[in-house]
């Protein structure tokens, strides 16, 4: 089993910056990737960026640019340092682990961008 616990959201204004961390409960040196996802009021869960464990990265074409994805194995972390924000980054952002054909969430971490 795995616990995640998101923490870094907030309030920001357009063009501002957050870093969203992402604490697992165990070793994530064991975990093939590791992913963020968010959720906007209304529609669907989103990829929103993924790390693997050999260190290649993928975005979402919406994030491309301006998110940047990490993952600190010593400390059990993913990161998700989010520059350039646009309202349309508002959503719950959830972090994402893949383990034994099982899919666990953290608690989501809301992010909210002002016009």
């Known amino acids: 089993q795995v616990q995640l616990v998101e923490s870094g959201g907030g309030l920001v204004q357009a063009g501002g910056s957050l870093r969203l961390s992402c604490a697992a409960s165990?070793?994530?040196?064991?975990?093939?990737?590791m992913g963020w996802y968010r959720q906007a009021p209304g529609k669907q869960r989103e990829l929103v960026a993924r790390v693997h464990s050999v260190g290649s990265t993928n975005y979402a074409d919406s994030v491309k640019g301006r998110f940047t994805i990490s993952r600190d194995n010593a400390k059990n972390t993913v990161y998700l340092q989010m520059n350039s924000l646009k309202p349309e980054d508002t959503a719950v952002y959830y972090c994402?682990?893949?383990?034994?054909?099982?899919?666990?969430w953290g608690q989501g971490t809301q992010v909210t961008v002002s016009s």
């Open positions: 994402n682990v893949n383990y034994v054909r099982y899919d666990y």
């Open positions: 165990r070793s994530i040196s064991m975990f093939n990737a």
